[in-house]
C-alpha cells in the first residue's frame, strides 16, 4: 500500500515537473523568439519599443516557470537535480550567462537613447534569447538521450559529451520553433506594419521549425527504440507533435492570429509531452550502462516530502494559473509602434496627448484582434 | 585553491551581490507601495512624484536583483551537487514554495504594476504594487527558512544517513528562521530608508525640490526608526538563539577564546592572523555584557572557542570546528558599530524633524548621502558573519562543507565560471550603480505623472 502510494506520487511529480517546463517553454517560448527577433523585425526605436512592450508586462513572469520548475525538481527528485545541474555545468553557466543579460537589457535599453547605448542592449536580448533557446533544447536532448553517468550518479562527460549530433538537432529545433512562435505571437499582438513583418518571418520560420522538428522527432523515436525498444505511444504522440509542427507551418496568419497561436503552442507541448513519455519513467539515462540510469524512483525525495508539495501545488497552481491569465488579459491589446513614434522623447508627454496614446489605444485599431 | 575553496569564493561572491540589491528592492518596494497609497488616499500630487521617481529606481533594483537570483537556485546543484544529494529532502521544498507563492505573485504583478498604469483602476495598480512588495518579502521568507535549516536543522530525522523531513511545519516556525526573517525584513526598512534618505540629502543640500525631498524623508524617518528597533530585537533574539544553536560562532563573533563567566564584551580586539589564534593579543573589554546579552544574567557563562573545540573533537571526532575567528569577529564588528551610526543617525533625523529643520541642517544632509551606503555594508558583514561563522559545517552538526561540493566539477570549470560571473556582475553591477545614481541626481518630475483613466495607460514607468 505504501509503495504504491509512493511509486504514485513519484510519477505524480514527474508529471508536475513536465507541466511546470511545457508551461515554461510555450510562454518563455514566444518571449524567446520575440527576443531573437528585436532587430530584425525593428527597424527603428519606435518599433522595437513597441516589440519589447509586447511582452514587457510577460517576460518576467513567464521566466518564473523555469525557476519553478528547477525548484520542484530539487524538491521532488534531488538527486536528478544534483546530477543534473552538476554535470550540465558549463551550459548551465551559459544559460545563466543568457539570461542575466537579456533580463537586464530590457530594464537598461529605455534608459538611454544613444543608439550605441541602445543597440547593445538590444544585441543583448537577442543573443540571450537565441543562446538560451539553443541550450535548452541541447539539454533536453541529453536528457531524453542519456548521458554517460557512473554508479554515483555523477555525470562523467564534459560539454563536448553534449554537443553531440542529436543534442544540436534539438538546439536548432528550438531555436527555430521559438522564431515562429514569436513571430506568430508578434503577428497577434503588434500593429503596424510589424505583424505583416512577422508573417514574414513566420513564412519560413514556421516552415523551417517544422521540418527540423519532425527530423528530430523521428530521430528521437529511432533513437528509443536502440536504447529501450519501440514504445506505440511514443510514436503516435510523436506523429501528432509532427501533425502540429505541420499545421503551424501552414496555418492561416492573416485572419486568424489567436489560432495560429493557439497551434503553434499545442505543437510545442507536443513535442515536449512526446519528449518526456519516452523519458519515463527514467529521469537521465546512463548511456555508460543502464544500471545507473537516473529514474523517478532512485532520486526522488520521501514520500512525505512529495506529499507535502503535491498539497502546496494543488493549492497554488490553480491561483497562479488565475492571474497569470488574468493580467494577459488586461494586456490583451496589441501594442503598436505609431503609438511611440513621437518627436518628443518623454513618455509622459504621451499621455498628455491623450487618450489615443501608447499599447491599448482606446480608438479603434482596424488590426486589432484579442489575444488567444 | 581547489575546486571546493573556488566554489566557496563563487557561493561568496554571487550571494553577497546579489544582496546587495534584495534588501533595497524588498525596501523600496515597500516604500513605494506606501507613497502610493498615500497618494490613493490623499490625493495629494506629491506622493505620486515620489511613487514615480522611487519606483523608477525600484525597477533598476529589481532588475539586477532578480536576475542575480537565478543563480541562487542554480548553483546548489552546479557547485554544491553532494549537499544537494544529502539536504533535497528538505532543503528543497522551501525553494520550490519559494518560486510557486513568491515568485509568480512578485513577477506577475511587477510587470503588471510596470504597464498597466493608467490601463486599469487607481486601486487595482495600488493593489499591484502591494502584491510586490508582499512577494518580494515572501520570496525572502523561503529563503531564510531553508538558510535557517542549514543554522539549525529542525523537523528531520536521519534515514539511511540522509535527514528525512518529519514536519515541514517545524522547519518553517524554525525559531532560527523567524527571527531572521525579522532581522531580514528590518534590514530591507534599513537599506531603503537610508537609502531614499540619503538621495534626499543630496538634493536638499543643493537646495532642489526642497519640498518634495522633505516630504520623501518624512516618509522613510519612520520606516528607519522602526528598522532600527526592529532589527536590534531580532539581532538580540537571534544572539540568544546562537548561544544555544551555534555557541562556536558567538564566541569567534567575540573573539571570546576561553571561557568566561562572567563575560566580557569585545569592543576591540587584535590577535594573530590564523584561523584560531587561540587567544587575542589586545582586547577592550566591558564586563559583564556579553553574559547579559547572551544569557540574560549578569554573571551567566559564555563558552570559548577552546572549550567548544574540545567538547566538538568529543562529539564528532578529531577535526577543526571552529571558523576563521577574526573573519566573523570583524564582519560582527562592522554589522554592530555601523548599525549604532544607523541607530544614532535616525534619532538626530527624527530630533531634526520634531524641530522643523531637516531642510535646513546641511550636516545632517551630507552626513545622510554616506550614511546611505551603511546598510549595504552592514548587510553583506552580517551574511558574512552568518556564513563563515558556521563553517566548518555546511549543516550544522550535519555535513561538513569540505563534504559538499560537487566530486566531478573539476577546479578549471569553478574557476572558469567565477571568473565569468565576476566580469558579468561587476559589468552589470557597475551599469545599474551608474543608472541609480543619474536617475537620483535628476531628481523628481516637476509635474506628476497624469493620472490617466481607462484607455490612456501612462508609460512613466515602463522600459
Request: aromatic content about 12%; overall charge positive.
Amino acid at each position: 500500500m505504501h509503495s504504491v502510494d509512493y511509486s504514485f506520487l513519484q510519477a505524480l511529480w514527474f508529471i508536475l515537473i513536465c507541466i511546470l517546463w511545457i508551461g515554461y517553454f510555450v510562454l518563455e517560448g514566444f518571449d524567446f523568439g520575440v527576443g531573437m527577433l528585436l532587430r530584425h523585425l525593428g527597424h527603428n526605436d519606435a518599433d522595437r519599443r513597441a516589440i519589447i512592450h509586447a511582452i514587457g508586462p510577460m517576460w518576467d513572469g513567464n521566466e518564473v516557470w523555469l525557476l519553478t520548475a528547477g525548484g520542484a525538481t530539487f524538491a521532488a527528485f534531488p538527486l536528478w537535480y544534483a546530477s543534473m545541474f552538476s554535470g550540465f555545468y558549463i551550459a548551465l553557466f551559459l544559460v545563466l550567462f543568457a539570461l542575466i543579460i537579456r533580463g537586464v537589457a530590457f530594464e537598461f535599453w529605455g534608459k538611454d537613447d544613444r543608439p550605441r547605448w541602445r543597440a547593445t542592449w538590444e544585441w543583448a536580448i537577442v543573443i540571450g534569447s537565441f543562446l538560451a533557446s539553443l541550450l535548452f533544447g541541447v539539454a533536453w536532448a541529453n536528457i531524453v538521450h542519456g548521458v554517460p553517468i557512473n554508479a554515483q550518479q555523477n555525470f562523467t562527460g564534459n560539454l563536448f559529451t553534449l554537443l553531440n549530433p542529436y543534442a544540436l538537432l534539438g538546439g536548432v529545433t528550438l531555436v527555430l520553433l521559438f522564431i515562429s512562435h514569436g513571430a506568430i505571437y508578434l503577428n497577434m499582438k503588434t500593429g503596424g506594419d510589424l505583424p505583416e513583418r512577422a508573417r514574414g518571418v513566420a513564412k519560413w520560420a514556421s516552415p523551417a521549425a517544422a521540418v527540423v522538428g519532425i527530423a528530430f522527432l523521428v530521430w528521437t523515436v529511432i533513437d528509443m527504440n536502440d536504447r529501450t525498444g519501440a514504445s506505440v505511444a511514443v510514436a503516435i504522440l510523436g506523429a501528432i507533435a509532427a501533425v502540429l509542427l505541420a499545421t503551424a507551418a501552414v496555418s492561416e496568419l492573416g485572419r486568424r492570429p489567436g489560432v495560429a497561436f493557439g497551434i503553434s503552442t499545442a505543437a510545442i507541448a507536443m513535442l515536449f509531452v512526446t519528449l518526456f513519455v519516452d523519458l519515463f519513467p527514467n529521469v537521465m539515462p546512463s548511456t555508460t550502462s543502464s544500471l545507473y540510469n537516473l529514474t523517478i524512483a532512485n532520486t526522488s525525495s520521501s514520500s512525505k516530502t512529495l506529499a507535502i508539495m503535491a498539497v502546496v501545488a494543488v493549492v497554488m497552481v490553480p491561483i497562479v494559473l488565475a492571474y497569470t491569465a488574468w493580467s494577459y488579459w488586461v494586456f490583451r491589446k496589441r501594442v503598436s509602434p505609431e503609438d511611440f513614434d513621437r518627436t518628443t522623447k518623454n513618455p509622459l508627454d504621451l499621455v498628455g496627448s491623450g487618450g489615443k496614446s501608447a499599447g491599448t489605444g482606446a480608438g479603434p485599431d482596424p488590426g486589432s484582434a484579442p489575444a488567444g | 585553491m581547489t575546486a571546493l575553496d573556488l566554489a566557496r569564493l563563487q557561493f561568496a561572491t554571487t550571494t553577497i551581490f546579489h544582496f546587495l540589491f534584495v534588501p533595497l528592492s524588498i525596501g523600496l518596494a515597500f516604500y513605494v507601495a506606501v507613497n502610493q497609497t498615500l497618494h490613493y488616499r490623499t490625493g495629494k500630487e506629491v506622493y505620486a512624484r515620489q511613487v514615480h521617481f522611487w519606483g523608477r529606481l525600484m525597477l533598476l533594483s529589481f532588475a539586477v536583483g532578480v536576475v542575480t537570483g537565478i543563480i541562487q537556485e542554480f548553483q546548489f546543484g552546479m557547485n554544491w551537487s553532494e549537499y544537494s544529494r544529502f539536504v533535497g529532502d528538505i532543503f528543497g521544498a522551501p525553494l520550490a514554495m519559494e518560486a510557486l507563492i513568491a515568485f509568480f505573485m512578485e513577477s506577475t504583478f511587477l510587470g503588471f504594476w510596470i504597464f498597466a498604469k493608467g490601463r486599469v483602476s487607481p486601486k487595482t495598480h495600488l493593489v499591484s504594487i502591494w502584491l510586490v512588495s508582499i512577494g518580494s518579502a515572501l520570496s525572502a521568507f523561503f529563503i531564510i527558512a531553508a538558510n535557517s535549516w542549514m543554522q539549525h536543522p529542525v523537523g528531520y530525522k536521519m534515514v539511511g544517513g540522509k535527514p528525512h523531513l518529519t514536519s515541514i511545519w517545524a522547519v518553517i516556525t524554525n525559531n532560527t528562521a523567524i527571527a531572521a526573517y525579522i532581522h531580514v525584513l528590518a534590514a530591507a526598512a534599513l537599506t531603503a530608508s537610508l537609502v531614499t534618505i540619503g538621495v534626499a540629502g543630496y538634493h536638499l543640500r543643493r537646495e532642489h525640490q526642497v519640498d518634495a525631498f522633505t516630504t520623501a524623508i518624512k516618509v522613510a524617518l519612520p520606516i528607519l526608526c522602526i528598522g532600527v528597533v526592529v532589527s536590534f530585537l531580532a539581532g538580540d533574539q537571534l544572539a540568544r538563539l546562537l548561544i544555544k544553536q551555534q555557541p562556536m560562532k558567538m564566541a569567534a563573533a567575540e573573539a571570546l577564546f576561553n571561557t568566561e563567566k562572567p563575560a566580557s564584551m569585545s569592543l576591540l580586539a587584535t590577535g594573530d592572523f590564523t584561523a584560531n589564534p587561540g587567544h587575542t593579543n589586545r582586547d577592550l573589554k566591558i564586563p559583564h555584557v556579553l553574559s547579559l546579552l547572551a544569557t540574560r544574567s549578569w554573571d551567566g557563562q559564555v563558552l570559548g572557542v577552546n572549550q567548544l573545540q574540545k567538547q566538538y573533537e568529543a562529539k564528532y571526532g578529531p577535526g577543526r570546528y571552529y571558523p576563521y575567528v577574526a573573519v566573523v569577529y570583524w564582519s560582527y564588528r562592522i554589522m554592530v558599530y555601523l548599525f549604532l551610526a544607523m541607530a544614532i543617525f535616525a534619532l538626530v533625523g527624527f530630533i531634526l524633524w520634531r524641530r522643523g529643520k531637516l531642510a535646513v541642517s546641511r550636516r545632517f544632509q551630507r552626513i545622510a548621502i554616506w550614511m546611505a551606503v551603511t546598510p549595504f555594508l552592514v548587510n553583506t558583514a552580517g551574511w558574512v558573519m552568518t556564513e563563515v561563522g558556521r563553517q566548518p559545517w555546511i549543516v550544522q552538526g550535519l555535513m561538513l562543507t569540505r563534504n559538499a561540493n560537487s566530486p566531478l566539477v573539476t577546479t578549471a570549470q569553478v574557476a572558469g565560471t567565477l571568473i565569468g560571473f565576476t566580469l558579468i556582475f561587476t559589468a552589470i553591477g557597475g551599469v545599474a550603480l551608474w543608472l541609480f545614481l543619474r536617475e537620483a541626481r535628476k531628481g523628481i518630475h516637476e509635474e506628476a505623472p497624469a493620472p490617466g483613466g481607462p484607455g490612456a495607460p501612462d508609460l512613466s514607468l515602463a522600459y
